[in-house]
Every structure is written in structure tokens, then in C-alpha cells.
């Protein structure tokens, strides 16, 4: 089995080879290490890219506003993963980002995930009938882990989730008052006891 070490740095190699320089080649190996780290297919979608690079044209999209759209060829999903992710501060403030079409959308799926670790919020990444969650970079979550995802994503839209609890107020609560059983009373042995407590002042 090859290391996520051996898969980051192959990718990256294999991504200058094909042009990109070493700063974009980088980001790359990073992804591609994610990818395999969820157990997606970032190795074999990376593939058939490079071999379609060679037959095809994609559109590099380095402005991103809020409606996206290519008029000839799809975009590349690594400059549109590089431009996400270095524009994110601003995206966030968007309701919602479409993208008409998207190449080798699994590619550009861990510039989200990264970018939900910067942002703090999760994103939701969705295309034609398929969809996932990022959240913060620690895991992704979509009902198309074990087939192939499709090559391209058509009528994308991307969501920022505003953090909300996860729980009712009332459960809060009644979670909380459990937790006061073990509050202990203050005594006039545990205050001088207390950090910051001793009589005598050395400043």
C-alpha cells in the first residue's frame, strides 16, 4: 500500500510534468493526499485527467463571482480549486456560487474541504444529482463514496452553512443541569488554595 507521503509527492511531480508550476504542484500533492485519505479516488480521477489535458481544452477561471459561467469548455477544476481557495475570505460572503460546468469535479473537492477549515463553516458542493458535505477538513460526506464520480458537474452550486447548534435548547439544558452535580462549593480552604491566592505579593 503507498503512503500518503508517496501520494502527494508523486502527484505533485506528475503535476509540474504536466506543466503546472511548483506552487500550484504543490497544492496538488496536498489534494490528492485528502482525497485518498477519505478513500475517494483522487489518484485515478488525477489520471484521466492529465491523459484528457492532452486531447482537450479547459477554461481557467481566476475571478470567481457569484454566477459562473464557460462558454466553450468546462473548467479546470485545479485553477478553480487554487482560485477558491485564495479567494475564500470573500466568497463566504455569497449566498450561493454556481458554476455551469465543472471538470473532473472530484478534483476540486478538497480546495473546498480546505476552505471550510479557513472559513469555519461547512460547505455544501452540489452537482446534477449528486452532493457533498465539507466540513472543516476533517471529513467529507456523500452518498457517491463507493462509485465513480462522474468526469463532469453540471449546474454546480456551492453553499456556505452558517454554524447553528445541533440541539434544542431545552436538551442544552437538561444536559447542563447533569453537569452541576459535579460543581463543587466554594470554601475558605479551596479560595486559598486557588491559584493567585497566597497572602504575600513578590512583585
Same mark, same amino acid.
Given at each position: 500500500? !503507498?503512503?500518503?507521503?508517496? #501520494?502527494?509527492?508523486?502527484?505533485?511531480?506528475?503535476?509540474?510534468?504536466? +506543466?503546472?508550476?511548483?506552487?500550484?504542484?504543490?497544492?496538488?500533492?496536498?489534494?490528492?493526499?485528502?482525497?485518498?485519505?477519505?478513500?475517494?479516488?483522487? #489518484?485515478?480521477?488525477?489520471?484521466?485527467? /492529465?491523459?484528457?489535458?492532452?486531447?482537450?481544452? $479547459?477554461?481557467?477561471?481566476?475571478?470567481?463571482?457569484?454566477?459562473? !459561467?464557460?462558454?466553450? /469548455?468546462?473548467?479546470?477544476?485545479?485553477?478553480?480549486? #487554487?482560485?477558491?481557495?485564495?479567494? #475564500?475570505?470573500?466568497?463566504? @460572503?455569497?449566498?450561493?456560487?454556481? /458554476?455551469?460546468?465543472?471538470?473532473?469535479?472530484?478534483?476540486?473537492?478538497? $480546495?473546498?474541504?480546505?476552505?471550510?477549515?479557513?472559513?469555519? !463553516?461547512?460547505?455544501?458542493?452540489? /452537482?446534477?444529482?449528486?452532493?457533498?458535505?465539507?466540513?472543516?477538513?476533517?471529513?467529507?460526506?456523500?452518498?457517491?463514496?463507493? !462509485?465513480?464520480?462522474?468526469?463532469?458537474?453540471?449546474?454546480?452550486?456551492?453553499?456556505?452553512?452558517?454554524?447553528?447548534?445541533?440541539?434544542?435548547?431545552?436538551?442544552? @439544558?437538561?444536559?447542563?443541569?447533569?453537569?452541576?452535580?459535579?460543581?463543587?462549593?466554594?470554601?475558605?480552604?479551596?479560595?486559598? +488554595?486557588?491559584?493567585?491566592?497566597?497572602?504575600?505579593?513578590?512583585?
Amino acid at each position: 500500500m !503507498k503512503s500518503l507521503s508517496e #501520494i502527494e509527492t508523486t502527484s505533485k511531480r506528475a503535476s509540474r510534468a504536466m +506543466g503546472f508550476s511548483w506552487g500550484i504542484s504543490e497544492e496538488v500533492g496536498k489534494s490528492i493526499r485528502l482525497l485518498e485519505l477519505f478513500s475517494l479516488k483522487g #489518484i485515478k480521477n488525477l489520471n484521466e485527467y /492529465f491523459k484528457a489535458r492532452s486531447a482537450k481544452k $479547459f477554461d481557467n477561471l481566476n475571478l470567481i463571482v457569484e454566477n459562473n !459561467k464557460t462558454e466553450k /469548455f468546462p473548467y479546470c477544476p485545479i485553477i478553480l480549486g #487554487i482560485s477558491f481557495l485564495d479567494q #475564500i475570505k470573500s466568497l463566504e @460572503k455569497l449566498n450561493m456560487i454556481r /458554476f455551469n460546468t465543472i471538470a473532473y469535479p472530484l478534483l476540486f473537492l478538497p $480546495f473546498l474541504s480546505r476552505s471550510s477549515e479557513i472559513i469555519g !463553516k461547512r460547505i455544501y458542493f452540489k /452537482f446534477d444529482d449528486n452532493s457533498f458535505l465539507l466540513n472543516f477538513n476533517v471529513s467529507i460526506f456523500s452518498k457517491i463514496t463507493d !462509485k465513480d464520480c462522474p468526469i463532469l458537474a453540471n449546474n454546480v452550486e456551492i453553499n456556505f452553512i452558517e454554524n447553528t447548534d445541533n440541539f434544542s435548547e431545552e436538551d442544552w @439544558k437538561s444536559l447542563y443541569k447533569f453537569s452541576e452535580e459535579t460543581f463543587v462549593e466554594e470554601t475558605d480552604s479551596l479560595k486559598q +488554595g486557588a491559584a493567585g491566592a497566597g497572602l504575600t505579593d513578590n512583585d
